[in-house]
């Protein structure tokens, strides 16, 4: 499929983007305003909200998001092997085990070394905020983020992207230091030919059904620059994002927006809460027209002065509404709280007492955090197996990882959604664990229980590296046959009596002080 001019295309399909980005303006004036500018001018005066809970939400879920999808010094990801290939390596599988597990943390270095999470925390937050974001990864494993207003999309029924096009503004100076050379001149006399202006830069991405393969071809002026670019379905460097998606929709939802009205009602009454709190700090005094109290007189007495006069002559301007701040104060502080536990502040799974136990909370949080499941396995499909993928073919090009055998070996991910379920079948094996010793005591923990293998499953399920934390079998058979071995010796020193002991000793003594004497 081919497109003559990519700005006429780009300005077509901006009509269908056009919902989806008025919400998101709406969503950003109610929480960070700067993620989405109306008008996306430099400098610009933004939009004031009149509370900060707004930006505290999705600062706080973004982070959550981003140390559960790509958690520090630690891999989000493992290569894993069918099980054919596995039942063929048998004596083998620890090395290849090993060696698989230097190429995660090579490929999570990766990451922690071209900065990635900076880029990572602005896109979850435009995701929660607007619910879309475009992600390219670079060959030099660099990520580039494009807002909502930067590009339009088409997808399939099945929410793969078959169009799409990205708008980049960039100065002729820009222009120059990435391609080398002056920008293309426009047919019909544009003003993006002026050496002053900025120039639109569009890539435009196309999928070819019969070959299942990404064209990807960038254009200024309405004339092609660079070389076209051809990627497989699985590995085309440009990542569009959705926070939720829905069917028949080629844009995402985001979180924002599902609780969009209690965010502009929380934000009218702190506006009105302000306003009432502003006039009733305001002190005015009233004088009685009949009183011998003038306003001059009153205004310049003194702190601890004296005046004339009769008290009931004078008297303080109130304004009494209360009742109605309270009622109002009240409403905004169940909004607060719903909007709390919507995403997933600490506080919200607290409840109000004075004792509150560390079980209660710790099952509370469990149960919003499982809230996001959904969440977590779109961003895992969407965001961090097309990542991972980018980043392992970029090292490989540069020969620095070896190709790894497509059919046999392959990444999978192993946080969010899947740390949540082994995280829960840990906690499930504690519990009953727990239950078992307070009924039957700790002889049936002791007798009923492979210790070895229950502290294997606790251990993965808390994505704990187990390798040489724990004996293996054979280590353990050691040990015995060696405790074994030292009570018979025991026993038969026992059995001749105590001068046996100290001839036995005094021959290792012996024995010891010939060895350097040999060699």
């Known amino acids: ?55 505290r939400l999705v600062n706080t879920l973004s982070s959550k998001l981003l140390l559960s999808q790509f958690p520090p010094n630690s891999p989000f990801f493992k290569y894993q092997i069918d099980d054919f ?44 905020v607007t619910g879309n974001m475009v992600v390219n990864l670079t060959p030099e494993n660099t990520l580039r983020v494009f807002h909502l207003d930067q590009y339009v999309i088409k997808r399939d029924p099945e929410g793969l992207p078959i169009k799409a096009l990205v708008q980049e503004i960039m100065s002729h100076e820009v222009y120059k230091e990435i391609f080398g050379s002056t920008p293309p001149q426009s047919n019909n006399n544009s003003e993006n030919t002026k050496e002053d202006a900025e120039l639109n830069l569009y890539t435009t991405i196309l999928y070819d059904g019969s070959t299942n393969k990404y064209t990807v071809k960038q254009s200024v002026n309405g004339k092609s620059v660079g070389k076209p670019s051809t990627y497989p379905k699985d590995k085309l460097p440009w990542m569009f994002l959705r926070f939720n998606s829905i069917d028949g929709e080629d844009y995402g939802r ?87 536990a919507a995403f997933l502040l600490n506080q919200s799974v607290q409840r109000q007492a004075e004792r509150v136990t560390a079980e209660e909370i710790r099952f509370l949080a469990n149960e919003l955090e499982s809230s996001l499941g959904g969440i977590y396995s779109l961003l895992s499909h969407e965001l961090q197996l097309p990542l991972v993928v980018g980043i392992i073919a970029n090292l490989e090009r540069a020969k620095k990882l070896p190709e790894m055998p497509r059919d046999t070996v392959k990444p999978v991910i192993i946080t969010g959604f899947e740390a949540l379920g082994r995280s829960n079948d840990s906690q499930k094996i504690l519990t009953m664990a727990k239950e078992l010793m307070a009924a039957f005591g700790p002889e049936a923990i002791a007798s009923q229980f492979i210790m070895g293998e229950t502290i294997k499953r606790v251990g993965s399920g808390m994505s704990i590296d187990m390798k040489g934390l724990i004996k293996t079998p054979e280590q353990l058979q050691e040990e015995q046959e060696a405790a074994q071995q030292q009570n018979v010796q025991m026993e038969a020193m026992k059995a001749l009596g105590p001068n046996a002991v100290n001839q036995v000793g005094a021959l290792q003594q012996q024995n010891q002080a010939k060895q350097p004497l040999q060699e």
């Open 1 to 55: 499929m081919e497109i003559m001019d990519a700005h006429k295309e780009y300005s077509k399909m901006c009509t269908d983007r056009q919902t989806y980005l008025d919400m998101g303006y709406e969503a950003a004036e109610l929480t960070i305003p700067f993620l989405l500018p109306r008008n996306n001018i430099k400098g610009q005066v933004l939009s004031k909200a009149y509370q900060s809970l707004g930006s």
């Open 85 to 128: 290939t596995l039942e063929k390596l048998k004596r083998d599988r620890g090395l290849v085990e090993e060696a698989l597990s230097s190429m995660e943390r090579a490929v999570t270095q990766e990451v922690d070394s071209k900065a990635m999470r900076i880029p990572l925390f602005e896109t979850l937050r435009h995701l929660i």
């Open 254 to 340: 985001g979180l924002v927006e599902e609780n969009i009205g209690d965010l502009r009602a929380f934000n009218g009454l702190s506006k009105n809460i302000l306003d009432a709190a502003a006039a009733s700090s305001k002190v005015v005094f009233l004088i009685s027209p009949n009183s011998t109290l003038t306003a001059t007189k009153l205004a310049s007495v003194e702190n601890l002065g004296f005046l004339s006069g009769v008290r009931e002559e004078v008297q303080a301007l109130q304004v009494d509404k209360f009742n109605d701040l309270n009622m109002a104060s009240q409403l905004a502080q169940n909004i607060e709280g719903r909007l709390a």
